[in-house]
Nanobody, 125 residues
Framework: QVQLVESGGGLVQAGGSLRLSCAAS????????MGWFRQAPGKEREFGAA????????YYADSVKGRFTISRDNAKNTVYLQMNSLKPEDTAVYYC??????????????????WGQGTQVTVSS
């Protein structure tokens, strides 16, 4: 059992930066690969970034590659998403998730069994 709580969302101008945090309680998140997904109004939830349990390997959607960086601190039971060069199209609710299906694809939401409540990110032009 894992509980996830996101924080750090807010309003920022295009070109600005923001760092999201995902704090976990319950079972240590070091047992799981972690991912960040986002959902804009009227659109389906999409994959953003993921990181393996060790933090050695990361994955990024083409839409955020080069601008976003995912990292984790297992000692603090926390995952981060550093977002730079933000664009208006990045506006969405961002969700942190723990990958519970070890054999499932890292790129699909169905592989993740634990989700946070989400944090709103709004980028103005």
């Amino acid at each position: 059992q894992v509980q996830l709580v996101e924080s750090g969302g807010g309003l920022v101008q295009a070109g600005g930066s923001l760092r999201l945090s995902c704090a976990a309680s319950g079972r240590t998140l070091s047992n799981y690969a972690m991912g960040w997904f986002r959902q804009a109004p009227g659109k389906e939830r999409e994959f953003g970034a993921a990181i393996t349990w060790s933090g050695v390997t990361t994955y990024y959607a083409d839409s955020v590659k080069g601008r976003f960086t995912i990292s984790r601190d297992n000692a603090k039971n926390t995952v981060y998403l550093q977002m730079n060069s933000l664009k208006p199209e990045d506006t969405a609710v961002y969700y942190c998730a723990a990958k519970t299906n070890i054999g499932g694809s890292t790129w699909y939401a169905s592989s993740y069994g634990y989700w946070g409540q989400g944090t709103q990110v709004t980028v103005s032009s």
